[in-house]
């Protein structure tokens, strides 16, 4: 296989992956998010964020994640902080104990679902693919120069 051919099938298995997700959350009534929701409120799991910088992390734009973000806030699963910056007023995201707990939840149900599709690897190929995953993702992270996690 060419290094080209290998970047395209990474580029293809990423829109279909997200595809499934997308779908995933659609027909998975339990989930009660949508998955740009779902991203949102995982990402805030891992730290608190200004809205512009979330956007950067999910790589959306801030007017994308607007709508979404409001209706997290109005089902009480994540709060807006005010807080000064730079002498600033500026709100920052905070998931809150109902988001987690959500997060937690739909975390489970996913995983459930990545189990039933990923059998076809045994253990010791599923802890291999998943750490070869992890030193791409490392290495395309460092040669763009930006931090995801």
């Not at 998010?33 to 950067?56: H, M, P, V, W």
């Not at 409001?70 to 998931?95: A, C, Q, S």
């Amino acid at each position: 296989m060419t290094k080209q051919g290998l970047f395209y099938k990474l580029i293809v298995s990423a829109r279909i992956s997200q595809v499934c997700a997308i779908r995933f959350f659609n027909e998975n009534k339990k989930a009660d998010i949508t998955f740009n929701q779902y991203e949102i409120l995982s990402a805030l799991k891992n730290g608190n964020y200004y809205q512009r910088d979330l956007a950067k992390y999910l790589f959306k734009g801030t007017s994308n994640l607007s709508k979404d973000i409001k209706v997290l806030e109005n089902k009480g699963l994540l709060k807006r902080i005010m807080k000064t910056n730079n002498n600033r007023m500026v709100k920052t995201l905070h998931l809150t104990q109902k988001g987690k707990n959500l997060i937690d939840k739909n975390e489970d149900l996913i995983e459930n679902y990545i189990d039933d599709i990923l059998k076809i690897y045994n253990i010791q190929e599923y802890k291999q693919f998943e750490q070869y995953l992890d030193m791409l993702k490392d290495k395309l992270t460092e040669s763009v120069g930006m931090i995801l996690e």
